[in-house]
T-cell receptor, first 115, second 113 residues
Framework: NAGVTQTPKFQVLKTGQSMTLQCAQDMNHEYMSWYRQDPGMGLRLIHYSVGAGITDQGEVPNGYNVSRSTTEDFPLRLLSAAPSQTSVYFC??????????????FGDGTRLSIL | GQQVMQIPQYQHVQEGEDFTTYCNSSTTLSNIQWYKQRPGGHPVFLIQLVKSGEVKKQKRLTFQFGEAKKNSSLHITATQTTDVGTYFCAGPLPTDSWGKLQFGAGTQVVVTP
């Protein structure tokens, strides 16, 4: 079972460049989300989706866009990279939409550096 | 808004010793989840607590949910080097029907042989 697959694993960008972080899951999960992890700050929610065609903002959405055209895929786009977006990005999925009472499955992460 | 806080932020433990890490929420939680992240890895789900006062054990790990459902603890006995990592608690935002999780900042555990 692949679970949640993120690509790339590492990326270095220059300020102002754009890129897309890919996330795919093969568990038919309705709920998918993107987090960023910075030292001492835990995991902060960027955007989430409760199904194909439905997305919403999380805690720190500025500078990021998402779309959900299929159940499996949930890409995260950096529009114009800034050094403050240097972080480790995790994609996660879980089985149900409501209640938050299902465990989240995380991908291996993308380590992104913005110069 | 809801705040989920974890203490301590860092925990240095001698191998074989016990320790406890705590998670406190500013609001009542419907449930709380615990995750472990090994160095360089991704968070992995450990357990979920739902009932007031609930206690669950996984080998040397004991998880507890407070009576008021506003705090939780993770107690590890006879710490081993395999326990190294960061432990996160997470609770769903109370006003959010989709159950978005808010994570604590984590307790980073270092084990000295």
């Amino acid at each position: 079972n692949a679970g949640v697959t993120q690509t790339p694993k590492f990326q270095v960008l220059k300020t102002g460049q754009s890129m897309t972080l890919q996330c795919a899951q093969d568990m038919n999960h309705e709920y998918m989300s993107w987090y960023r992890q910075d030292p001492g700050m835990g995991l902060r929610l960027i955007h989430y989706s409760v199904g194909a065609g439905i997305t919403d903002q999380g805690e720190v959405p500025n500078g990021y866009n998402v779309s959900r055209s299929t159940t499996e895929d949930f890409p995260l786009r950096l529009l114009s990279a800034a050094p403050s977006q240097t972080s480790v990005y995790f994609c996660a999925s879980r089985q149900t939409m409501t209640g938050g009472n299902q465990p989240q499955h995380f991908g291996d992460g993308t380590r992104l550096s913005i110069l | 808004g809801q705040q989920v806080m974890q203490i301590p932020q860092y925990q240095h433990v001698q191998e074989g010793e016990d320790f406890t890490t705590y998670c406190n929420s500013s609001t009542t939680l419907s449930n709380i989840q615990w995750y472990k992240q090994r160095p360089g890895g991704h968070p992995v789900f450990l357990i979920q607590l739902v009932k007031s006062g609930e206690v669950k054990k996984q080998k040397r790990l004991t998880f507890q949910f407070g009576e008021a459902k506003k705090n939780s603890s993770l107690h590890i006995t006879a710490t081993q080097t395999t326990d190294v990592g960061t432990y996160f608690c997470a609770g769903p935002l109370p006003t959010d029907s989709w159950g978005k999780l808010q994570f604590g900042a984590g307790t980073q555990v270092v084990v000295t042989p």
